[in-house]
Protein backbone atom coordinates (compact mmCIF):
# COMPACT_ATOMS: atom_id res chain seq x y z
CA UNK A 1 0.00 0.00 0.00
CA UNK A 2 1.31 3.15 -0.99
CA UNK A 3 2.43 5.15 2.31
CA UNK A 4 0.31 7.88 2.64
CA UNK A 5 -1.74 9.25 5.77
CA UNK A 6 -4.32 12.00 6.36
CA UNK A 7 -4.94 13.38 10.04
CA UNK A 8 -7.32 14.03 11.71
CA UNK A 9 -9.12 10.68 10.38
CA UNK A 10 -12.52 12.46 12.28
CA UNK A 11 -13.04 16.04 13.04
CA UNK A 12 -16.21 17.90 14.39
CA UNK A 13 -15.98 21.64 14.27
CA UNK A 14 -18.11 24.67 14.92
CA UNK A 15 -19.40 26.98 11.98
CA UNK A 16 -17.01 30.05 11.47
CA UNK A 17 -13.74 27.90 12.92
CA UNK A 18 -10.80 27.52 10.68
CA UNK A 19 -9.74 23.63 9.89
CA UNK A 20 -6.39 22.66 8.78
CA UNK A 21 -6.77 18.80 7.46
CA UNK A 22 -3.02 17.04 6.43
CA UNK A 23 -1.92 14.79 4.06
CA UNK A 24 1.34 13.16 4.70
CA UNK A 25 3.17 10.66 2.40
CA UNK A 26 6.24 8.79 2.55
CA UNK A 27 6.52 7.89 -1.39
CA UNK A 28 8.25 11.00 -2.62
CA UNK A 29 5.30 11.39 -5.33
CA UNK A 30 5.09 14.85 -7.45
CA UNK A 31 1.80 15.12 -7.52
CA UNK A 32 -1.16 15.52 -4.66
CA UNK A 33 -4.25 15.88 -4.94
CA UNK A 34 -7.90 16.76 -2.49
CA UNK A 35 -11.22 15.19 -3.00
CA UNK A 36 -14.51 15.97 -1.27
CA UNK A 37 -17.41 12.75 -1.36
CA UNK A 38 -20.74 13.40 -0.79
CA UNK A 39 -23.72 11.23 -1.41
CA UNK A 40 -25.51 12.15 -5.03
CA UNK A 41 -21.95 13.75 -6.35
CA UNK A 42 -19.08 11.63 -5.97
CA UNK A 43 -15.81 12.74 -5.59
CA UNK A 44 -14.73 15.96 -6.67
CA UNK A 45 -11.58 17.43 -7.09
CA UNK A 46 -10.96 20.11 -5.08
CA UNK A 47 -7.26 21.58 -4.75
CA UNK A 48 -4.04 19.64 -6.85
CA UNK A 49 -0.70 20.66 -6.25
CA UNK A 50 2.53 19.60 -9.39
CA UNK A 51 5.23 20.33 -6.98
CA UNK A 52 5.92 21.78 -3.73
CA UNK A 53 4.78 25.55 -3.74
CA UNK A 54 2.82 24.67 -6.86
CA UNK A 55 -0.79 24.71 -6.79
CA UNK A 56 -3.98 24.84 -8.76
CA UNK A 57 -7.63 24.47 -8.34
CA UNK A 58 -10.06 21.95 -8.76
CA UNK A 59 -13.77 22.18 -9.69
CA UNK A 60 -15.37 22.61 -5.96
CA UNK A 61 -12.47 25.18 -4.26
CA UNK A 62 -14.31 27.78 -3.32
CA UNK A 63 -13.79 27.93 0.15
CA UNK A 64 -10.85 26.54 0.63
CA UNK A 65 -7.11 27.04 0.34
CA UNK A 66 -3.80 24.44 0.37
CA UNK A 67 -0.58 24.09 0.89
CA UNK A 68 2.33 22.58 -0.20
CA UNK A 69 5.84 23.79 1.59
CA UNK A 70 7.52 20.63 1.00
CA UNK A 71 7.51 17.19 -0.74
CA UNK A 72 5.46 15.16 1.80
CA UNK A 73 2.75 17.29 3.02
CA UNK A 74 -0.31 18.96 1.46
CA UNK A 75 -2.43 21.24 3.95
CA UNK A 76 -5.83 21.75 2.89
CA UNK A 77 -7.54 25.10 5.12
CA UNK A 78 -11.07 25.66 5.90
CA UNK A 79 -10.55 29.32 6.84
CA UNK A 80 -13.87 29.64 8.09
CA UNK A 81 -15.62 26.16 8.19
CA UNK A 82 -19.63 26.08 6.62
CA UNK A 83 -21.90 23.27 6.93
CA UNK A 84 -21.60 22.75 2.74
CA UNK A 85 -18.09 21.26 4.04
CA UNK A 86 -19.47 18.40 6.07
CA UNK A 87 -17.98 15.96 4.13
CA UNK A 88 -15.48 13.05 3.45
CA UNK A 89 -12.00 14.59 2.08
CA UNK A 90 -9.60 12.17 0.59
CA UNK A 91 -6.01 12.87 -0.28
CA UNK A 92 -4.44 11.66 -3.46
CA UNK A 93 -1.02 11.18 -4.96
CA UNK A 94 0.64 10.31 -8.17
CA UNK A 95 4.21 9.52 -8.97
CA UNK A 96 3.45 12.04 -12.82
CA UNK A 97 5.75 9.70 -14.83
CA UNK A 98 4.90 9.13 -18.00
CA UNK A 99 3.69 6.07 -17.88
CA UNK A 100 1.53 6.56 -14.10
CA UNK A 101 -0.42 10.04 -15.08
CA UNK A 102 -3.70 9.22 -13.75
CA UNK A 103 -2.51 6.31 -11.46
CA UNK A 104 -3.60 7.57 -8.03
CA UNK A 105 -3.32 6.36 -4.76
CA UNK A 106 -5.74 7.04 -2.13
CA UNK A 107 -5.83 7.98 1.76
CA UNK A 108 -8.09 6.69 4.49
CA UNK A 109 -10.21 9.64 4.16
CA UNK A 110 -11.23 12.39 6.90
CA UNK A 111 -14.86 12.57 7.74
CA UNK A 112 -15.26 16.69 8.62
CA UNK A 113 -18.68 17.39 10.42
CA UNK A 114 -19.50 21.37 10.44
CA UNK A 115 -22.48 22.14 13.12
CA UNK B 1 -12.16 14.51 -20.99
CA UNK B 2 -14.81 12.04 -22.70
CA UNK B 3 -17.63 11.16 -20.62
CA UNK B 4 -18.59 7.98 -19.69
CA UNK B 5 -22.17 5.75 -18.84
CA UNK B 6 -22.16 2.86 -16.59
CA UNK B 7 -25.13 0.81 -15.51
CA UNK B 8 -26.29 2.08 -11.41
CA UNK B 9 -25.57 -1.35 -10.05
CA UNK B 10 -25.10 -4.77 -10.76
CA UNK B 11 -24.96 -8.32 -8.98
CA UNK B 12 -22.58 -11.42 -9.42
CA UNK B 13 -22.38 -14.80 -7.52
CA UNK B 14 -18.98 -14.90 -5.92
CA UNK B 15 -16.50 -17.17 -7.85
CA UNK B 16 -18.33 -16.14 -11.42
CA UNK B 17 -16.76 -13.74 -13.08
CA UNK B 18 -18.16 -10.44 -13.39
CA UNK B 19 -18.22 -8.07 -15.98
CA UNK B 20 -18.56 -4.38 -15.49
CA UNK B 21 -19.42 -2.28 -18.98
CA UNK B 22 -18.73 1.19 -19.66
CA UNK B 23 -19.86 2.83 -22.71
CA UNK B 24 -17.10 6.03 -23.76
CA UNK B 25 -18.73 6.96 -27.54
CA UNK B 26 -17.14 9.87 -27.67
CA UNK B 27 -13.54 8.99 -26.66
CA UNK B 28 -11.01 10.29 -28.80
CA UNK B 29 -7.66 9.05 -29.73
CA UNK B 30 -5.18 10.52 -27.07
CA UNK B 31 -7.49 9.32 -24.21
CA UNK B 32 -7.00 6.54 -21.65
CA UNK B 33 -9.85 4.20 -19.88
CA UNK B 34 -9.24 3.81 -16.22
CA UNK B 35 -10.72 1.94 -13.91
CA UNK B 36 -10.92 2.59 -10.14
CA UNK B 37 -13.05 0.74 -7.63
CA UNK B 38 -14.18 1.88 -3.53
CA UNK B 39 -14.69 -0.13 -1.38
CA UNK B 40 -17.28 1.12 1.20
CA UNK B 41 -15.86 3.65 3.73
CA UNK B 42 -12.65 3.22 1.97
CA UNK B 43 -10.48 5.41 -0.24
CA UNK B 44 -10.64 4.92 -4.05
CA UNK B 45 -8.48 1.97 -5.22
CA UNK B 46 -6.75 2.32 -9.05
CA UNK B 47 -7.36 -1.27 -10.95
CA UNK B 48 -6.31 -0.75 -14.19
CA UNK B 49 -6.09 1.60 -17.61
CA UNK B 50 -5.60 0.57 -21.06
CA UNK B 51 -5.69 2.49 -24.60
CA UNK B 52 -6.50 0.32 -27.22
CA UNK B 53 -5.21 -3.19 -26.14
CA UNK B 54 -6.58 -5.76 -24.02
CA UNK B 55 -4.68 -5.46 -20.75
CA UNK B 56 -4.86 -7.62 -17.64
CA UNK B 57 -2.94 -7.56 -14.13
CA UNK B 58 -3.60 -9.22 -11.15
CA UNK B 59 -6.58 -7.67 -10.40
CA UNK B 60 -8.56 -7.88 -12.95
CA UNK B 61 -8.59 -7.37 -17.31
CA UNK B 62 -9.84 -4.62 -19.43
CA UNK B 63 -11.30 -5.42 -22.60
CA UNK B 64 -11.43 -2.49 -25.27
CA UNK B 65 -13.69 -2.88 -28.27
CA UNK B 66 -12.10 -1.92 -31.65
CA UNK B 67 -13.35 1.29 -31.93
CA UNK B 68 -12.52 2.25 -28.40
CA UNK B 69 -16.34 3.38 -27.88
CA UNK B 70 -17.33 0.68 -25.10
CA UNK B 71 -14.94 -1.51 -22.60
CA UNK B 72 -15.54 -4.10 -20.40
CA UNK B 73 -14.04 -4.39 -16.61
CA UNK B 74 -13.46 -8.18 -15.91
CA UNK B 75 -13.22 -9.48 -12.55
CA UNK B 76 -12.51 -13.52 -13.12
CA UNK B 77 -13.42 -14.94 -9.77
CA UNK B 78 -15.47 -12.54 -7.90
CA UNK B 79 -15.25 -12.65 -4.00
CA UNK B 80 -17.57 -10.65 -1.64
CA UNK B 81 -14.46 -8.52 -0.89
CA UNK B 82 -14.91 -7.17 -4.69
CA UNK B 83 -17.88 -5.31 -3.11
CA UNK B 84 -17.87 -1.84 -4.21
CA UNK B 85 -18.55 0.72 -6.26
CA UNK B 86 -16.31 0.59 -9.68
CA UNK B 87 -15.62 4.06 -11.91
CA UNK B 88 -14.75 4.06 -15.45
CA UNK B 89 -12.49 7.34 -16.37
CA UNK B 90 -11.55 8.65 -19.47
CA UNK B 91 -8.47 10.75 -19.32
CA UNK B 92 -6.27 11.98 -21.22
CA UNK B 93 -2.04 11.04 -20.89
CA UNK B 94 0.05 14.30 -21.54
CA UNK B 95 3.24 14.01 -23.49
CA UNK B 96 4.70 16.45 -21.61
CA UNK B 97 5.47 15.63 -18.05
CA UNK B 98 5.98 18.84 -17.23
CA UNK B 99 2.31 20.22 -17.55
CA UNK B 100 0.43 20.99 -14.44
CA UNK B 101 -2.92 19.52 -15.31
CA UNK B 102 -2.23 16.08 -14.83
CA UNK B 103 -4.48 13.82 -12.75
CA UNK B 104 -7.42 16.15 -12.62
CA UNK B 105 -9.44 12.65 -12.46
CA UNK B 106 -13.25 13.32 -12.67
CA UNK B 107 -15.29 10.47 -10.86
CA UNK B 108 -19.07 10.17 -11.92
CA UNK B 109 -21.49 8.04 -10.16
CA UNK B 110 -19.87 4.21 -11.01
CA UNK B 111 -21.01 1.15 -11.31
CA UNK B 112 -22.22 -0.64 -7.85
CA UNK B 113 -21.48 -3.82 -8.15
CA UNK B 114 -22.79 -6.40 -5.42
CA UNK B 115 -21.19 -10.06 -5.28
CA UNK B 116 -23.49 -12.42 -3.30
CA UNK B 117 -22.81 -15.65 -2.31
Known amino acids: DAGITQSPRHKVTETGTPVTLRCHQT?????MYWYRQDPGHGLRLIHY???????DKGEVSDGYSVSRSKTEDFLLTLESATSSQTSVYFC??????????????FGPGTRLTVL | DAKTTQPTSMDCAEGRAANLPCNHSTISGNEYVYWYRQIHSQGPQYIIHGLKNNETNEMASLIITEDRKSSTLILPHATLRDTAVYYC??????????????????FGQGTILTVHP
Open chain 2, 89 to 106: IVRVVRGNAGGTSYGKLT
Open chain 1, 49 to 55: SYGVKDT
Open chain 1, 27 to 31: ENHRY
Open chain 1, 92 to 105: AISPGTSRTYNEQF
